[in-house]
């Protein structure tokens, strides 16, 4: 593509202003919103000088004008919204996690097949602080790989005096969810293991609900392996006293020549700590998802593969499944 494609983003809550302010950042026009709520299409219309607003996305489809659709909106619109973009010849980014099962993602990815290009926007691999794991495990820092650990914190589910849980007031959807954790944040962790380690199967997993009246796990622990006898672990908990509310991560990697770890912000080798990287997350926070908008628009370009394509994205979401079929957890049809 020679010229920047014009974009159309449906679902304009929360992380919707940080998908508009990376589509400004790459010099792509975004043409219309579309939302059930109509304020808030107006209210992010308004906030970016995006002329054309919608409550249906069918409506918005009809009257085109755009090359690709940025689908922001909640994990049960993203099959249907997808659809109507292959059928319309839009080019299509879709928020994680692409469908609520692995047998929806495959119809889904199977309906679209070639007929336009399909990114799923998991970001996380794209931030700073694993950015720079990344870079240091490609600079050879640690040599070969032989174990990681990650890890999640927050206590944004712990009760608060006279006000719900502060991931519920951010979130208010997770009271409906019945898969939290994992299928909400630790997608995220399992996608950089993948991403740093290579491909992984679930052993075993436990998964646990301390906070009270939610129907989701809120604490998990996972056993994974990869080839040749690799293993690696992933553990999360929301509901820990003393940490942010929004959940922070720990991340180590265990290789031939050294050790990497990653602690909140701070990323150092272990012996080396006086020489760590500190990473402002809040003031970068923007970054990751500059970088998926740049990856999706190379991509466009170039005709080359996305870092997160949707077929490298189902391996993420079959792991995420797995975690829950380890855990005796009955995944819905």
Known sequence: MADRPKIALVGCGLISLYHL????????????????DRAKAEARAAEFQVGRIYTDAAQMFQDGGFEAVDIAASVGAHAPVARMAADHGVHIMCQKPLTETVAEAEELIAYVGERVRFMVHENYRFRPHYMTVRRWIDEGRIGTIRHAAISCRGSGLCPRDGNVPFLIERQPYLTGFKRNLVFETMIHHLDVLRCLCGPLTVVSARLGRLAEGLPGEDTAAILLEGEDGFIATADGCLVAPGYPPLHGDRLEVIGSKGTIVMELNRIFILGEEDAAEEVDLLGRYQECFDIAMGDFIAGLDAGTPFETDRLDNLETLRLMESVYGAAGVQVAA
């Open 21 to 36: 302010r990376a589509w400004q950042a790459a010099g792509c026009e975004v043409v219309a919103v579309c939302d059930i």
